[in-house]
């Protein structure tokens, strides 16, 4: 008959053994679980770290761009240029309406000057003084006429020269109302013409004869009148 105390030790051997063969893996258990912890704050460090350079660089980047490097295309609806002040003197950007513009303006007033691409296709500078009215303009239509205009302080057009794509050249100079009051040009035959008008109302029409007492005086037949020149917003 087998001996029970030694039957006992054995078996109490074999859990001792299993015991301590489970004490082991648990604390090699928490020592991985210890190092991965560790290794999880590291990489958390890192990326922030990372994180935090790349939005420097960024920032930087977009104030002064990338050293060593320059974009080959910026792309944008619309550029603000400002003064040392924070004040906005200039704008370059596209309208609602597909019409581009490049305004420059004075501190402090309304005078400047714009460059206008109209969706049309007619083009034009405006010059604008103090109280934002436009005193001269330059401009071509889609039909290729060309007009250069002068305006008084009150915003009316005084003064307008203009080529028509036919050939003929007008120089018209108006009162302050916006009427006609002398002209001069060449159409489209090549003819001159020089129309003055002393009074309001008075005909100027080349195919008329004028009175003794009438207030115009053509040397040739009159020539058509510039176009007008694009509206300046």
Do not use: Y
């Not at 034009?124 to 039909?143: A, C, N, Q, Y």
């Not at 915003?155 to 009162?175: C, I, K, Q």
């Not at 309001?200 to 058509?224: F, I, K, L, M, R």
């Amino acid at each position: 008959m087998p001996d029970v105390k030694s039957e006992m030790t054995a078996e109490q051997r074999i859990r001792h053994e299993f015991e301590r063969n489970m004490l082991h893996r648990v604390e090699t258990v928490e020592r991985e679980a210890r190092r991965l912890r560790r290794l999880w704050v590291s990489s958390l460090i890192s990326i922030a770290v990372l994180l935090g350079l790349a939005t420097a660089l960024v920032v930087v980047s977009a104030r002064h761009g990338l050293p060593g490097t320059v974009a080959d295309v910026i792309e944008s609806r619309q550029f603000l240029l400002r003064d040392a002040d924070g004040m906005v003197r200039g704008a370059w950007g596209t309208l609602p309406d597909g019409t581009m513009r490049l305004s420059l303006q004075a501190p402090g007033s309304k005078a400047g000057v714009s460059l206008t691409a109209l969706k049309s296709g007619a083009s034009g500078l405006t010059f604008s003084d103090s109280s934002g009215r436009s005193r001269g303009v330059f401009g071509i239509l889609p039909d290729e006429t060309l007009s250069l205009t002068f305006g008084d302080r009150t915003g009316m057009t005084r003064t307008s020269l203009g080529l028509n794509p036919e050939g003929s050249a007008t120089l018209v100079f108006a009162d302050r109302s916006g009427a006609m009051r002398a002209g001069m040009g060449v159409d489209s035959r090549g003819a001159g013409t020089f129309t003055v008008v002393d009074r309001p109302g008075a005909q100027s029409a080349a195919s008329e004869a004028a009175p003794d007492d009438s207030a115009v005086v053509d040397t040739a037949p009159t020539a058509p009148a510039p176009k007008a020149p694009p509206k300046r917003r």
